[in-house]
């Protein structure tokens, strides 16, 4: 297999890879305006400036399903996107992610922690229960 057939099988590998880009840029985007030390509700509020700029339809704080959870973003209808300030990731983090792709039935998560001095947003795959 060449390069050329490995890179395109990675792409197709890839769940709504041009509109997941688009989201982590516009997350890199608010880290560099907000810096490391904002809170979450401000973190949001600058990343739903971003999105009304380009025109991207969102829904924020969705309740899901009859648990009460609430998942800070979803991207058209198809990508969730949690938000964390806190020192370090857990696994509950990324478990919780993977319990909103369940209840909200999307196959994207993005995971991002602003306050570390680079982000770096995780992507979480749902894992379906009958796997």
Request: hydrophobic share 40%; aromatic share 6%; proline share 0%.
């Given at each position: 297999m060449d390069t050329n057939d490995t890179n395109n099988a990675n792409k197709a590998l890839l769940i709504y890879p041009e509109l997941s880009y688009t989201v982590t840029g516009i997350l890199f985007s608010v880290h560099n305006v907000l810096g490391p030390y904002a809170r979450e509700k401000q973190y949001g509020d600058e990343f739903e400036t971003q999105l009304k700029?380009?025109?991207?339809?969102?829904?924020?704080?969705?309740?899901?399903?009859?648990?009460?959870?609430?998942?800070?973003?979803?991207?058209?209808?198809?990508?969730?996107?949690?938000f964390k300030a806190k020192r370090i990731l857990t696994k509950e983090d990324y478990f919780?992610?993977?319990?909103?792709?369940?209840?909200?039935?999307?196959?994207?998560?993005?995971l991002v922690n602003f306050r570390n001095k680079y982000i770096k947003p995780v992507r979480i795959i749902r894992i379906d229960k009958s796997d």
């Open positions: 700029r380009k025109d991207i339809s969102y829904k924020r704080e969705v309740v899901i399903g009859d648990s009460g959870n609430i998942l800070d973003f979803v991207i058209k209808d198809k990508i969730a996107v949690e919780k992610v993977q319990r909103y792709l369940q209840e909200a039935r999307l196959k994207l998560g993005l």
